[in-house]
């Protein structure tokens, strides 16, 4: 079965800690993408990238970092200096980066301790 | 730049009666438009994708969507709502490189 896989399904952050997200697709789409999401909010784009080795700021990028090693994977990382990371964070990826469709992770949930 | 307003936060319906989601769009050149849906603690499921080869889309789960370019809009309607229909609602406008969400629309489904 084709997808996109997120995890931990729920994650949790210490103060002052920085947390990992792993999201892995064998879609075999070149583009990734990370979005934040809050209640009332919609989806805010934090990263993507359109090929392996590259990868741009989205909309709210400040307190988060990414790599792009692989072509299936796209880890997102919660770094510290994000001062309010409690969110349900969603990963997708689409075959190229011109705005196509794009399918979506299961989602992971970061609370903070 | 591109945008999309959801005209209502959220929507109230009764089993077996019609559903209507209002989206608006603003984009500078002629768009791809899409609508998903997203069930509680879920990620997000594409319903149906416009992209300019007819007005009229059909989706998934009996759900359509009309283009109306004059009227900027890209409503999504159902005729009769099911109680598994009851979730979070996007609609979505293709941008350089990325997609721009709306705030999303919550249907409630009642019995």
């Known amino acids: 079965d084709g997808g996109i896989t997120q995890s931990p399904k729920y994650l949790f952050r210490k103060e002052g800690q920085n947390v990992t997200l792993s999201c892995e697709q064998n879609l075999n789409h070149d583009a990734m993408y990370w979005y934040r999401q809050d209640p009332g909010q919609g989806l805010r784009l934090i990263y993507y990238s359109q090929i392996v080795n590259d990868f741009q700021k989205g909309d709210i990028a400040e307190g988060y970092s990414v790599s792009r090693e692989k072509k299936e994977s796209f880890p997102l990382t919660v770094t510290s200096a994000q001062k309010n990371p409690t969110a349900f964070y969603l990963c997708?990826?689409?075959?190229?980066?011109?705005?196509?469709?794009?399918?979506f992770g299961p989602g992971t949930r970061l609370l903070v301790l | 730049a591109q945008s999309v307003t959801q005209l209502d936060s959220h929507v109230s319906v009764s089993e077996g009666t019609p559903v209507l989601l209002r989206c608006n769009y603003s984009s500078s050149y002629s768009p791809s438009l899409f609508w998903y849906v997203q069930h509680p603690n879920k990620g997000l499921q594409l319903l149906l994708k416009y992209t300019s080869a007819a007005t009229l889309v059909k989706g998934i789960n009996g759900f359509e969507a009309e283009f109306k370019k004059s009227e900027t809009s890209f409503h999504l309607t159902k005729p009769s709502a099911h109680m598994s229909d009851a979730a979070e609602y996007f609609c979505v406008v293709s941008g350089f490189q990325k997609l721009v969400f709306g705030t999303g629309t919550r249907l409630l489904v009642s019995p």
């Open positions: 997708a990826s689409s075959i190229g980066g011109r705005g196509e469709t794009q399918y």
